[in-house]
C-alpha cells in the first residue's frame, strides 16, 4: 500500500530521530560508564598509593613483602592485592597461599598497559581463582602494585550508567513525536491539496470546490496554483466561447469549409463542402480524404507538396457543371491546412455584365458624343447660314438630351442594384402615378396618335418607392410609343389584388417583336433592331430597369406577344 506523504515524512523524521536518540543513549552510557569507571579506578590508584607508601616506608622488599599483610588487613575485604616485580614474577598475593605456583604476569593486559603508561586496567577472568576481576595496575620503582576488585553484581551496577537520562531522551522523543506528527500532518494537508489541485490541472477538470492553504510557503504556492487554474478556466471558456462562434461562423458561412491535419484526416468540415465536393466529384463520397485521388484538385495537391516553407496560400478557378468555383488554400504554422470552396457564378456572372455593361455603356456614348462633336467642329470651323446653324444647334441638344438620358438610366439601374436600401418607402397611389405619368407623356402620346386606355382604382395604394414605380410606368408607356409604331392603343389594368400583393397587365396593339427575342427584352443595352433604336434616341436600359424596379418591389413580370398584336406584359408588386 502506498504510503501518503505526511505518513513518508513522519516516517522518515522517525528514523532519523530514532537514529541521533539512539547515538546520543549509546554515547551518554559509553561516557556515563567511563566516568564511573574512572572513578573507581581512582579509588583503586589511592590503594595503590597507600601501598606504595608503606612498601617505600617499611622498606619492604620480596623478602619481607610479607609484612604488607598488616595493611591489607584493614583495607576491604574484597579487594585482591598482588605486588608483582620487574620480572613479571608475583612477590606478594592476598588471594593466593602459594605464591609460587602463579605464572608470569608480564603478560598480563594491565601490567603491559602499567609498564607503557604507568597505570594499567583491565577486566577479565583470573586464571588461579577463577573469579573475574576489575584489575587496576600501577608501576612504580622496581615492581608494581596491582589492586583488584570483583566484577560482581555489585561492581557491575557501580559501573553501570544510570537510566534516568534514557528516561529523559525517551520522553523528549515522545514529545518530538507529537510534534513531528502536527507538522508532518500541515505539511501532509498542504501537500495533498497541492497534489488536489495539480490532478485537477493535468486532468483539466474545473474548481467545482474551494480550497483553503495555511498561511505558509506552500500555502501561498497552493494559493497562486488556485489563481493560475481559475484563469485557466477562464480563458478555457473563453476559447470554448470563440470555437463555438467560429464553428458557428463556419456551419452558417456560404463558403465550403474544411480543415485537415498534415496527414489529410479531417479535423473539421460544414455541410457546404460536402455539397460542394460532391457537386464537383463524379461519384458521391463520405470520406473527404478521396481529395488526394480526385484530378480537379490536383492544383491543390501540388501546392502542399511542392510549396516553399514561406508559401502558405493558394488560389484556383474551376469551371464545373455550369459553375465557378474559387478553390483556396491556407496553410498553417503545424502543417494542417484548410481547403475552402465558394460558389463564386453569380460573382463572375455579375463582374462579367458589369464588364459588358461597362463596354456598353462606352459604346453608347460613342455615337452621340461624336456626333455631338461633329455638330460643334462644324459650327466652330466653317461659317453657315442662320438655317444651317439652328439645324445643327437643334441636332447637337437632341444629342446631349440623348446622353442625358442614358446617364440617369445607368445611374439608376446601378442604384437599384447596388444600393437598394438607399430608396425610402411610402403610401403611393397608383392610380394618381400613372395618372401622372400620362400627363409627363401627353405630346408624345399625341404625336404617335397613341390613345391610351387606364383601368385602376381610384383608391389602389402600395408601400414602396415613387421614383421607381414612376419608372415602371413611364418606361413601359416610353418603350410602346418608341417601338411599337403609331395609331394604336395603350391598355393598363390592374385586373387581381389579394390580400399581399396588386397585379397588372400592360399591353398595346402595336408591331410585337418575333418570339424568339422576347427572353432578351429585359436585357441591358440589347436592342432587337439597333437602326430603329438609333432612330428613337433609347438608351437600351428601359426595360431592364423595369424589371429590377419590380424586383425591388419584391414582384415578378412576364412579357408576351399579344393575340391580334402587339406585346403584353404581366407583373405584380407587393403591397
Not at 95 to 113: A, C, G, Q, S, Y
Not at 330 to 353: G, Y
Not at 369 to 386: A, I
Not at 464 to 476: A, C, D, E, P, Q
Given at each position: 500500500?502506498?504510503?501518503?506523504?505526511?505518513?513518508?515524512?513522519?516516517?522518515?523524521?522517525?528514523?532519523?530521530?530514532a537514529?541521533?536518540?539512539?547515538?546520543?543513549?549509546?554515547?551518554?552510557?559509553?561516557?556515563e560508564?567511563?566516568?564511573?569507571?574512572?572513578?573507581?579506578?581512582?579509588?583503586?590508584?589511592?590503594?595503590?598509593e597507600m601501598?606504595?607508601?608503606?612498601?617505600?616506608?617499611?622498606?619492604?622488599?620480596?623478602s619481607?613483602?610479607?609484612?604488607?599483610?598488616h595493611?591489607?588487613a584493614?583495607l576491604?575485604l574484597?579487594?585482591?592485592?598482588?605486588?608483582?616485580?620487574?620480572?613479571?614474577?608475583?612477590?606478594?598475593d592476598?588471594?593466593?597461599?602459594?605464591?609460587?605456583?602463579?605464572?608470569?604476569?608480564?603478560?598480563?593486559?594491565?601490567i603491559?598497559?602499567?609498564?607503557?603508561?604507568?597505570?594499567?586496567?583491565?577486566?577479565?577472568?583470573?586464571?588461579?581463582?577463577?573469579?573475574?576481576?576489575?584489575y587496576?595496575?600501577k608501576?612504580?620503582?622496581g615492581?608494581?602494585?596491582?589492586?583488584?576488585l570483583?566484577?560482581?553484581?555489585?561492581?557491575?551496577?557501580?559501573l553501570?550508567?544510570?537510566?534516568?537520562?534514557?528516561?529523559?531522551?525517551i520522553?523528549?522523543?515522545?514529545?518530538?513525536?507529537?510534534?513531528?506528527n502536527?507538522v508532518?500532518g500541515?505539511?501532509?494537508?498542504?501537500?495533498?491539496?497541492?497534489?488536489?489541485?495539480?490532478?485537477?490541472?493535468?486532468?483539466?477538470?474545473p474548481?467545482?470546490?474551494?480550497?483553503?492553504f495555511?498561511?505558509d510557503?506552500?500555502?501561498?504556492?497552493?494559493?497562486?496554483?488556485?489563481?493560475?487554474?481559475?484563469?485557466k478556466?477562464?480563458?478555457?471558456h473563453?476559447?470554448?466561447?470563440?470555437r463555438?462562434?467560429?464553428?458557428?461562423?463556419?456551419?452558417?458561412?456560404?463558403?465550403?469549409?474544411?480543415?485537415f491535419?498534415?496527414?489529410?484526416?479531417?479535423?473539421?468540415a460544414?455541410?457546404h463542402?460536402?455539397?460542394?465536393?460532391?457537386?464537383?466529384?463524379?461519384?458521391?463520397?463520405?470520406?473527404?480524404?478521396?481529395?488526394?485521388?480526385?484530378?480537379?484538385?490536383?492544383?491543390?495537391?501540388?501546392?502542399?507538396?511542392?510549396r516553399k516553407?514561406?508559401?502558405?496560400?493558394?488560389?484556383?478557378?474551376?469551371?464545373?457543371n455550369?459553375?465557378?468555383f474559387?478553390?483556396?488554400?491556407?496553410?498553417?504554422e503545424?502543417?494542417?491546412?484548410?481547403?475552402?470552396i465558394?460558389d463564386t457564378t453569380?460573382?463572375?456572372?455579375?463582374?462579367?455584365?458589369?464588364?459588358e455593361?461597362?463596354?456598353?455603356?462606352?459604346?453608347?456614348?460613342?455615337?452621340?458624343?461624336?456626333?455631338?462633336?461633329?455638330?460643334?467642329?462644324?459650327?466652330?470651323?466653317?461659317?453657315?447660314?442662320?438655317?444651317?446653324?439652328?439645324?445643327?444647334?437643334?441636332r447637337?441638344?437632341?444629342?446631349?438630351i440623348?446622353?442625358?438620358?442614358?446617364?440617369?438610366?445607368?445611374?439608376?439601374?446601378?442604384?437599384?442594384?447596388?444600393?437598394?436600401s438607399?430608396?425610402?418607402l411610402?403610401?403611393?397611389?397608383?392610380?394618381?402615378?400613372?395618372?401622372?405619368?400620362?400627363?409627363?407623356?401627353?405630346?408624345?402620346?399625341?404625336?404617335?396618335?397613341?390613345?391610351?386606355?387606364?383601368?385602376?382604382?381610384?383608391?389602389?395604394?402600395i408601400?414602396?418607392?415613387?421614383?421607381?414605380?414612376y419608372?415602371?410606368?413611364?418606361?413601359?408607356?416610353?418603350?410602346?410609343?418608341?417601338?411599337?409604331?403609331?395609331?394604336?392603343?395603350?391598355?393598363i389594368?390592374?385586373?387581381?389584388?389579394?390580400?399581399e400583393?396588386?397585379?397588372?397587365?400592360?399591353c398595346?396593339?402595336?408591331?410585337?417583336?418575333?418570339?424568339?427575342?422576347?427572353?432578351?427584352?429585359?436585357?441591358?443595352f440589347?436592342?432587337?433592331n439597333?437602326g430603329?433604336?438609333r432612330?428613337?434616341?433609347?438608351?437600351?436600359?428601359g426595360?431592364?430597369?423595369?424589371?429590377?424596379?419590380?424586383?425591388l418591389?419584391?414582384?415578378?413580370?412576364?412579357?408576351?406577344?399579344?393575340?391580334?398584336g402587339?406585346?403584353?406584359?404581366?407583373?405584380?408588386?407587393k403591397?
Amino acid at each position: 500500500m502506498k504510503m501518503t506523504y505526511k505518513q513518508r515524512v513522519f516516517a522518515y523524521f522517525l528514523i532519523i530521530f530514532a537514529l541521533f536518540t539512539l547515538c546520543i543513549i549509546i554515547f551518554e552510557q559509553k561516557e556515563e560508564k567511563a566516568q564511573r569507571t574512572k572513578a573507581l579506578e581512582e579509588q583503586l590508584d589511592k590503594y595503590a598509593e597507600m601501598l606504595h607508601s608503606y612498601i617505600e616506608v617499611n622498606r619492604l622488599s620480596d623478602s619481607n613483602i610479607i609484612k604488607l599483610q598488616h595493611l591489607v588487613a584493614v583495607l576491604p575485604l574484597e579487594i585482591r592485592i598482588s605486588i608483582i616485580n620487574e620480572e613479571g614474577k608475583v612477590t606478594f598475593d592476598k588471594d593466593v597461599k602459594d605464591i609460587n605456583t602463579l605464572d608470569n604476569h608480564l603478560d598480563r593486559p594491565e601490567i603491559r598497559n602499567a609498564l607503557y603508561q604507568n597505570i594499567g586496567s583491565n577486566i577479565r577472568m583470573s586464571a588461579s581463582t577463577k573469579h573475574e576481576y576489575l584489575y587496576y595496575a600501577k608501576h612504580y620503582n622496581g615492581y608494581y602494585v596491582r589492586v583488584a576488585l570483583p566484577y560482581t553484581i555489585k561492581t557491575k551496577s557501580m559501573l553501570k550508567a544510570d537510566n534516568f537520562f534514557i528516561y529523559i531522551v525517551i520522553g523528549m522523543f515522545i514529545i518530538v513525536l507529537i510534534l513531528l506528527n502536527y507538522v508532518a500532518g500541515r505539511f501532509g494537508k498542504s501537500i495533498s491539496q497541492l497534489q488536489a489541485l495539480t490532478t485537477k490541472i493535468k486532468d483539466d477538470k474545473p474548481l467545482s470546490e474551494k480550497i483553503e492553504f495555511p498561511d505558509d510557503e506552500l500555502g501561498e504556492i497552493g494559493k497562486q496554483l488556485v489563481e493560475i487554474l481559475k484563469q485557466k478556466e477562464r480563458s478555457k471558456h473563453e476559447i470554448e466561447r470563440e470555437r463555438e462562434k467560429l464553428i458557428q461562423h463556419f456551419q452558417y458561412s456560404q463558403e465550403g469549409i474544411c480543415i485537415f491535419d498534415k496527414d489529410f484526416k479531417k479535423i473539421y468540415a460544414n455541410t457546404h463542402f460536402f455539397q460542394y465536393f460532391n457537386f464537383l466529384v463524379d461519384q458521391p463520397v463520405f470520406d473527404l480524404k478521396a481529395i488526394i485521388k480526385e484530378q480537379m484538385f490536383s492544383p491543390v495537391i501540388e501546392f502542399l507538396n511542392k510549396r516553399k516553407v514561406e508559401e502558405n496560400y493558394h488560389t484556383f478557378l474551376l469551371n464545373k457543371n455550369g459553375k465557378i468555383f474559387s478553390i483556396q488554400t491556407i496553410v498553417f504554422e503545424d502543417a494542417s491546412f484548410e481547403i475552402t470552396i465558394k460558389d463564386t457564378t453569380r460573382i463572375e456572372k455579375t463582374r462579367l455584365l458589369k464588364q459588358e455593361m461597362t463596354n456598353n455603356i462606352a459604346h453608347e456614348l460613342r455615337t452621340p458624343v461624336t456626333s455631338l462633336r461633329g455638330y460643334l467642329e462644324t459650327l466652330d470651323s466653317q461659317k453657315l447660314d442662320s438655317e444651317k446653324q439652328a439645324q445643327f444647334i437643334h441636332r447637337a441638344y437632341q444629342q446631349t438630351i440623348r446622353l442625358s438620358n442614358l446617364l440617369e438610366d445607368v445611374s439608376l439601374i446601378s442604384k437599384i442594384e447596388e444600393a437598394p436600401s438607399h430608396f425610402q418607402l411610402e403610401k403611393v397611389n397608383l392610380s394618381q402615378l400613372v395618372d401622372e405619368v400620362r400627363i409627363d407623356l401627353t405630346e408624345k402620346l399625341k404625336a404617335n396618335d397613341i390613345k391610351l386606355n387606364v383601368s385602376i382604382d381610384s383608391d389602389l395604394s402600395i408601400n414602396g418607392n415613387y421614383t421607381l414605380l414612376y419608372s415602371i410606368f413611364r418606361n413601359l408607356m416610353d418603350n410602346t410609343i418608341n417601338y411599337a409604331g403609331q395609331h394604336i392603343d395603350i391598355n393598363i389594368k390592374n385586373y387581381m389584388e389579394d390580400s399581399e400583393y396588386v397585379y397588372f397587365s400592360f399591353c398595346d396593339t402595336g408591331k410585337g417583336v418575333e418570339e424568339q427575342y422576347l427572353a432578351r427584352l429585359f436585357e441591358r443595352f440589347y436592342r432587337v433592331n439597333e437602326g430603329r433604336t438609333r432612330d428613337t434616341g433609347g438608351s437600351g436600359l428601359g426595360l431592364s430597369i423595369v424589371k429590377n424596379a419590380i424586383l425591388l418591389h419584391k414582384g415578378e413580370i412576364q412579357v408576351k406577344n399579344r393575340v391580334g398584336g402587339g406585346l403584353e406584359f404581366f407583373f405584380t408588386l407587393k403591397k
